[in-house]
């Protein structure tokens, strides 16, 4: 299948471009950066997904990653950005799948304000994607990751005492690999035909952390 990813110069988005590879698929990328994926069956574009988007035919699956984290530009880029990226490839003959890599943040609140914000509104965009592409029996579902293990949480990874303080606040210790989230990913655009408009979320039991005090 011709599967369209947006960040995929690196952490999540690179890793969901390399399974989709490694299991066949025709995998175009498109990042503000180059990409050090080489394959044949992968074609790359330097854009911005809030500027001009590449010409693009016959996209059967969509999965918008694209994000920024506390930049200012949070609101602009996750939310305005993927609605655009969606409103240009999705809506089609061939289109068999759109996932939205949202955050566990869109549910708890408990991240920086613009970011929580912009995840939360993909979710919601999610649920509107979902009803418009029904017509094309796709599906349209968001996946909400809690920490990952990825160069942008370095600062927290790399301090011992933050670190604690982050697994004391999850029922199973540990964060998930970018490896993980792109199988998620896989399954849910792939292997899944029925599920549709719904948030998935993956985050090792922090949201249902729960201390008991009698």
Known sequence: MK???????????????????????????????PSAIENARYSHFVADILGELPALDGVEILINN???QDSGRDIDVNLKGSIRVTEKYAFQKNVKSVLFIASSSARTGAEFPE??????????????VALRVAKYNATANSLSP????TALNDRVMNDPEL????????????????EEIAEWTYFMTVVNRSMTAQDLLIDNGEDAKANFIW
């Open 146 to 149: 809690g920490g990952v293990k």
């Open 115 to 128: 970011y929580a914000a912009s995840k939360g509104g993909l979710v919601a965009y999610m649920k509107n």
């Open 66 to 68: 694209a994000g920024v």
């Open 163 to 178: 670190w604690n303080r982050i697994m004391n606040e999850t029922l199973l210790p540990k964060w998930a690999e970018a």
């Open 3 to 33: 599967v369209l990813i947006t960040g995929t110069s690196k952490g999540i988005g690179k890793a969901i471009a390399e399974k989709f590879l490694s299991c066949g698929h025709e995998v175009v990328g498109i990042d503000v950066l």
